[in-house]
């Protein structure tokens, strides 16, 4: 099959499951007229769904914006404010940067939210990604992009399936061509717009294509013949990235565990804890012998990421 044949078939299916299967999410479809508060609540909603699954984001994006509701309240909030509205999201500097971004649209662009790729990437803290989602959703402007959803469903359409080890044999920039291609096609001569069609790739990839789990039995693809990875992606997976933690009993915990948990444990708390008592509340083992340089460490780093702020002997979250 020629490429542009094989794109409008893949075009034409992922617009007609679509159709029928299109995800409610309190960040899609904004009746807001105001551009930059309706990209606000985009910028919102991507950076919180980094990392953190959509059903906790969807219970989350509300209340943030409540105590937050347009990007000026955000750019003006204080460490602590930000961080008691990030409660149950956790990796908490995504808290800081998400109001460091508000500010600095607030004082480089007058508060007016940039439109123009170079302006958005140029924001600390917004990749490739992130710019062209505030594009296709909150502008309607079409931009090309990947995510992890996008990616995988392009490369096991186009390309095969993932390696053995969870990697991609072919590169974002191949990859970004052919999104570059298929969006060009879904936008020809259609009722919908740039937002639908990075939606349907989300949903598809959340709903259909999943990581591990492929739904070759309900893939529109699979029963047209068109996806190269139909039948074909083996359940491998990527080796999880070694990363700094410990034993508690016969578990290992993670540092970014210990760190959320510590974040946690200070938001209730306005005149702060000492490290003994932060140590007794995250972990189940505390031993002041053994964990307290260890502690030591993370309060240094949580201080250093100006997420917590030492005062005397408390630690309290930073002001
Ligand atoms: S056929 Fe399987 S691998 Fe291909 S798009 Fe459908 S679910 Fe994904």
Redesign the pocket.
Known sequence: MRRQEHIEAFVEELWSWFTGHKRVLPWRDLNIADDTERAYRILVSEIMLQQTQVSRVESVFPVFLEEFPSLRDLASASNREVLIAWRGMGYNARALRLRDIAGSICKEHGGVFPQEMNDLQSLKGIGHYTAAAVRNFAFLLSTPCLDTNIR??IH??FVG?ECPDGTWSKGDDYLLGIAAQALTEALRNSRYTTADWHAALMD?GSL???KTH???DI????RRGI???????SHGRKKAKEEPGRLVGSTFVPNRIFRGRIIEELRDEPRGLPQEEIGRRICADWSPRHHRKWLGGLLKKLNEDQLIIQSGSNYALYQ
């Open positions: 995988r469903i096991r359409t399936p598809f259909v294509c999943t492929p739904r070759w893939c529109p693809l699979t996806c190269k990875a139909a039948y074909k992606v």
